[in-house]
């Protein structure tokens, strides 16, 4: 799905962000040419293991991507220190349909394994488990909780407001990701990042890096006139919960990473790194211009 905007005249840059709602709050501003001097975004909507792939294939210009991804993509991409996802108290869960099951030699559904989700719940695995699952498997984030439900895996590591609905179709939490990552190393949990091509060059990653924090602070300015445009892509979510959803993880992290945020990504990329989940990055990959 895609959409633009090309009121501030130029060539659009091409852009891919997830439907929702944290990400078209931060964006609704910039994508309906409200931020003064940004430039015109061409928007392609797509699930975080779609712009993950996308990342890795150098596509688009600018791309919502999970922060497991950038061991990858960091030659040919920037991360920008706004507009992403970072936060306490909003990690994954493992879910399952009874309570404390023992995911020994059992089927996990992840909604990717490149995602900041999938490499939190490796790092839980490896200090928590007494023994390794025994398959996972990717879907889409949607599907993840009916196939719990239904029996067709053990357990399903869900990410956005499945921390808010899964009760709905009579499941257990198992586990928060994200409570083991903040009790291990006191960090924030990285989640989604926004990285932008390095061939761009140095003035216009800063002026993207800009246009995204003036957009977040829009939307946080006036939160009701972001409304139309994240109902309109919230695949039928309860208002109430994309309120939630919002509140979570939008925070003072999507308007600047700050030392803490910087922190937590390179904390967990190096975790990462050390158990052998992703390649090393080097010391300045995360520099921004």
Not at 179 to 206: C, M, N, Q, V
């Amino acid at each position: 799905m895609t959409g633009s905007n090309t009121d501030n005249g130029g060539t659009p840059v091409r852009i891919a962000y997830s439907p929702c709602p944290n990400d078209t709050f931060v964006f609704d501003a910039w994508a309906h040419g409200r931020v003064p001097g940004a430039p015109a975004l061409d928007v392609t909507f797509a699930d975080i293991d779609i712009t993950n792939g996308m990342a890795e294939r150098g596509e688009l210009d600018v791309l919502k991507v999970s922060y497991a991804v950038l061991p990858w993509v960091l030659e040919e991409y920037a991360l920008l220190p706004c507009g992403g996802a970072l936060g306490r108290g909003c990690g994954p869960l493992v879910l399952t349909r009874e309570p404390g099951v023992d995911l020994a030699g059992k089927t996990v559904a992840v909604p990717s394994e490149r995602s900041t989700a999938y490499l939190l719940f490796r790092l839980w695995a490896a200090d928590v488990l007494p023994a390794p699952v025994g398959k996972v498997v990717v879907l889409p984030f949607h599907e993840i909780m009916p196939a719990v439900r239904d029996g067709r895996v053990d357990a399903g590591l869900v990410i956005h407001e499945a921390r808010f609905t899964y009760q709905d179709y009579g499941l257990h939490r198992l586990a928060d990701m994200g409570e083991h990552w903040e009790s291990t190393t006191g960090l924030p949990i990285p989640l989604g990042a926004i990285i932008a091509k390095r061939s761009l060059g140095a003035d216009a990653l800063r002026a993207l890096a800009e246009s995204a924090r003036a957009s977040v602070l829009m939307a946080w300015d006036d939160p009701e006139v972001s409304r139309p445009y994240v109902r309109a892509h919230a695949q039928e979510l309860d208002p109430t919960v994309a309120d939630q959803h919002i509140g979570l993880y939008v925070n003072e992290f999507t308007a600047d990473l700050g030392d803490d945020g910087y922190a937590a990504v390179r904390g967990l990329l190096t975790r990462a790194a050390a158990e052998g989940l992703v390649p090393a990055i080097a010391p300045d990959a995360l520099r921004f211009p």
